[in-house]
């Protein structure tokens, strides 16, 4: 079974920069298909990026394209979100997801952007 904690969340000024990370325990992440999703108040939850268990395949949502990139070190069962040039419509809480046999949610971390 695996546990995904987030961390990293922030409030940033527009046109400013963040790393998200989500740290991994227990057996199958390398096997993982990760993904980051994020929710804005009011809204439902929506995908933002993914990646394959090997790193080698990435998708972004078209808001994002660009401006963020997914990342993982199996290494380290660690998944990365870098977000550049952040807007107040990316203003949300972020969550990491894992798919492997079953589906995993972290508890997610904020991320605010102030215009």
């Known amino acids: 079974q695996l546990q995904l904690v987030e961390s990293g969340g922030a409030l940033v000024q527009r046109g400013g920069s963040l790393r998200l990370s989500c740290l991994a325990s227990g057996f199958g992440f390398k096997d993982a298909f990760m993904s980051w999703y994020r929710q804005a108040p009011g809204k439902e939850r929506e995908s933002v990026a993914s990646?394959?268990?090997?790193?080698?395949?990435?998708g972004y949502a078209d808001s994002v394209k660009g401006r963020f990139t997914i990342s993982r070190d199996n290494a380290k069962n660690t998944v990365y979100l870098q977000m550049n040039n952040l807007q107040p419509e990316d203003t949300a809480v972020y969550y990491c997801?894992?798919?492997?046999?079953?589906?995993?949610w972290g508890q997610g971390t904020q991320v605010t952007v102030s215009s």
């Open positions: 997801h894992a798919n492997f046999v079953n589906e995993y």
């Open positions: 990646i394959t268990s090997t790193g080698t395949g990435t």
